[in-house]
Each structure stands twice: as C-alpha cells, then as structure tokens.
C-alpha cells in the first residue's frame, strides 16, 4: 500500500508541507506575492550548492581613491567607504525648525549644504555610500536621561526655552526630531537616494544604542568621512566612537558646521589630526573623485 511505503522512497520533492512544518530550503526564498522569483534570488551572502552550503563570500575588488589631507595624503577604498552626514534635518537647519525657533544661527547649520549639493552626486556616482546619521528620537522619549532632557531645553541665550524633544515649538511644524514627523526630515536642499541609508541615533554619538555599527559592520565598511553638523557635537561625538570601534575616520571641514566660536572648531579639527584620523576637505574630495584626480 502507498500509505506503507518507506519514507526513503517517498518523493518529497513535489509534496507540499505538512501544517507546521517547513519546506527543506534550497536557497532561494519564495516571493512574498507568490510569484516566481527565480529571477530575483534573496542575497544571503551564503551560497547553496549540490554538495552543501558554501560560506564563502565573493572576493572584494577595492576601488582605490588618493585625497588631500592632514597630517598626510590618504588613498580611500571607495568600496569599503561611507561618506557619513550627520543631522541635516529640518528642525536644525531650517527657520521654522526647531533649532531656528531657539534661535539658533541658520547661517551655521546650512553652511555645509551648498558643499554636500556638489558632493554628494559624484560620491554616489563613483560607488560611495552615503549614510544620513539623523537625530530621532521617540514620541514618548522613554530613553532619554535626565541631562538629555534638560540640555534640549536651554535656547540659544542659554535659557530654558520650555521646548525640549518630542514637544511642539511656536511655530508648530510637529513634534522636534520624531522620525516620521517634517522635522526630522532632511532638509529638501539635499535629496535622499533609493540607494542610501538612513539610520537615526538619540545622542550625540551615532554609535550610542542603535544599529549603525552593526549595519556599517555587514556592508564591509572600513572608512568612514564625517560631514554635517555640529561640528563639535554630534559630528564629533560619532568621529570618536567610530575611531574606537576600528573604524578609519576623516572629517572633511568644509562640509561640517556649528554654531559654537571659531576656536572649537579650531580644538576639533587638531584632535582629530592628532589623535583620531585625518582632516581633509569635501572640495578636495570632489577633485579625487573625477577621472582625472582618482589618478592623482
């Protein structure tokens, strides 16, 4: 009888799975609209072969860039780079954000804008990735510390402005800096791509209690440029963190800013050529990134 057959002779192959039980699987997953998706195979990084699984990943072809810097000229693997823009949001760097509601200098939020317009494009033409490192915190800001807390209230004369994270300014665009809200956007000036990362962090480090190391990590990225704001802040903070981590880290100066005086930004840019990587500029960079200067 059919119904005695030894398992071993049972044909498997076309049967459906028993409720409950998954189908042996063969490297490639099902489409998720039932479609056949033998066309668009799941990259796994594995490879399932006839005689197992292999783990071998393919062989990483660098993509070797010369820049301009302090203390010495670098040569980047563009491959293995990420250029890292750091909070370019609405509520900094716009007037009826919440950073231009406190009072703060638009003059010095926007400043990297016109450099990252002219960047951007050709770092991604060229194969860089970019990654938006965004302030965004939750609606109910249940991880947020008290000192977080009470530093987001003070204006920019130093007062408590009753007007912290989560919380509506005059002008309400929203709640300040909660992902999905106009705030935390990018400001338009600066199109995200389909092809980008956007990961957000809830303190000045980018690296502090999210992803990005983890994802940076996956995607074999060894090289980390830094633009964005503030300078001595958040732009810093994950600098830091990164050169901690292992990661090599350039800050390009022109593409960063802050409100803070001259002689911070002075400090920081000596800090990190003297202990934490290199100084160069995104100008500089653009210049590398043509056929030309790649060869310089």
């Known amino acids: ?95 009826e954000g919440w950073f231009g509601q406190k009072g703060v200098s638009m003059r010095a939020t926007r400043k990297p804008i016109p450099m990252l317009q002219k960047l951007l494009p050709l ?23 008290p000192g977080v807390l009470f530093k987001a209230k003070v204006d920019a004369q130093g007062q408590l402005s009753g007007v912290g994270y989560a919380e509506s300014s005059p002008l309400d665009r929203g709640p300040s800096l909660v992902p999905g809200h106009w705030g935390a956007q990018v400001v338009d000036e600066l199109p995200v791509a389909a092809t980008d990362i956007t990961v957000f962090k809830h303190r000045l480090s980018g690296f ?39 990661y090599d880290c350039v800050l390009l100066e022109d593409a960063c800013a802050t409100p803070s005086p001259a002689y911070v930004s002075r400090a920081i840019l000596f800090l990190v050529e003297k202990l934490h990587g290199f100084v160069a500029s995104a100008q500089a960079l653009t210049v590398s990134l043509t056929p030309q200067g790649a060869r310089s």
């Not at 990590?217 to 503030?230: K, M, P």
């Not at 300078?231 to 292992?246: K, M, W």
């Open 1 to 95: 009888m059919k119904s005695l057959r030894s398992p071993a002779r049972t044909k498997v192959k076309s049967a459906a799975p028993a409720s409950g039980r998954s189908a042996p699987f063969k490297g490639q997953l099902p489409h998720p609209d039932g479609a056949n998706n033998s066309k668009a195979p799941i990259q796994t990084g594995w490879q399932s072969k006839a005689d197992g699984v292999s783990l071998l990943r393919p062989a990483h072809q660098p993509k070797p860039v010369w820049l301009q810097a302090r203390p010495q000229k670098l040569e980047i693997d563009l491959h293995a780079s990420a250029l890292v823009v750091v909070d370019m949001q609405n509520d900094f760097c716009h007037p």
């Open 123 to 145: 770092w991604r033409a060229a194969g860089g990735r970019v990654v938006w490192l965004n302030w965004g915190v939750r609606p109910d800001r249940l991880n947020l510390p």
């Open 208 to 246: 502090h209690d999210n992803e990005l190391d983890s994802l940076l990590r996956q995607q074999g990225v060894q090289t980390l440029l830094f633009a964005g704001i503030n300078t001595d802040r958040c732009v810093f903070s994950s600098l830091q963190d990164a050169g901690f981590l292992g």
